[in-house]
């Protein structure tokens, strides 16, 4: 195990997992449901502080020979954060090339999932057959998105310029489904709601494991 990637297997399935960095977020943008005493004195007896680092990781998974990227990072999708943005680098680290990548699975269209996407470090040196999976009922939602039921604390803007650009980039690559898809031998991808509309899960089964 090294900091920036992380190798394993699940059957006949390679798994790894790379970090594309984090983003400091602040404890009262994820601790909503709670007084804000309470949540502030729970980070004190835990020794954490106001700011949280949340870690932004991607998994890479080779099957049927297929390289499928799950989720992409932030890219360069939030400026001001000088510590995200890294999964070009770390891919060439971890001895990815993008070229080689056959498919993507975007488990939602929210900036820190599809952000790498659209980074031109990463974005230019993917194939041109790239195959995208996304769940329809996301696609629907994000070209035209109705924020009133949730506030995202400011961020509108962001979330809605990326999935605008996202859906533009890879019109011809995507290959949205309904409800589940199989997208190489033990790699299913399945429509769950609930952090979006269209949000997915992924799951990976080989050899009796997953």
């Known amino acids: 195990m090294v900091p920036s990637h992380y190798a394993t297997r699940i059957g006949d399935i390679e798994v790894m997992v790379i970090s594309d960095g984090a983003i400091p977020v602040p404890?009262?943008?994820l601790g909503t449901?709670?007084?804000?005493?309470?949540?502030?004195?729970?980070?004190?007896?835990?020794?954490?502080?106001?700011?949280?680092d949340w870690g932004l990781?991607?998994?890479?998974?080779?099957?049927?020979?297929?390289?499928?990227?799950?989720?992409?990072g932030m890219g360069s999708e939030m400026p001001e954060s000088t510590r995200t943005g890294r999964l070009a680098l770390r891919l060439k680290g971890a001895g990815i090339h993008p070229g080689t990548v056959t498919d993507v699975i975007a488990t939602h269209i929210h900036m820190d999932h599809i952000?790498?996407?659209?980074?031109?470090?990463?974005?230019?040196?993917?194939r041109p057959d790239l195959r995208v999976h996304v769940s329809h009922t996301d696609v629907e939602f994000f070209e035209s998105p109705d924020f009133s039921h949730n506030t995202f604390n400011g961020i509108q803007d962001i979330i809605r310029t990326s999935a605008r650009n996202f859906l533009d980039a890879y019109k011809?690559?995507?290959?949205?489904?309904?409800?589940?898809?199989?997208?190489?031998?033990?790699?299913?991808?399945?429509?769950?709601?609930?952090?979006?509309?269209?949000?997915?899960?992924v799951r990976v089964a080989s050899g009796g494991n997953g």
């Open 115 to 126: 952000g790498g996407l659209l980074d031109e470090r990463l974005r230019s040196q993917m």
């Open 172 to 201: 011809s690559e995507l290959r949205p489904f309904d409800k589940e898809c199989q997208v190489a031998p033990g790699v299913v991808v399945t429509l769950t709601g609930g952090h979006t509309p269209g949000h997915s899960m």
């Open 33 to 52: 449901n709670v007084d804000s005493a309470v949540r502030d004195a729970a980070l004190r007896g835990r020794f954490l502080p106001d700011v949280i």
């Open 27 to 29: 404890a009262n943008v």
């Open 57 to 72: 990781n991607v998994v890479v998974v080779r099957s049927g020979g297929r390289t499928i990227l799950i989720d992409a």
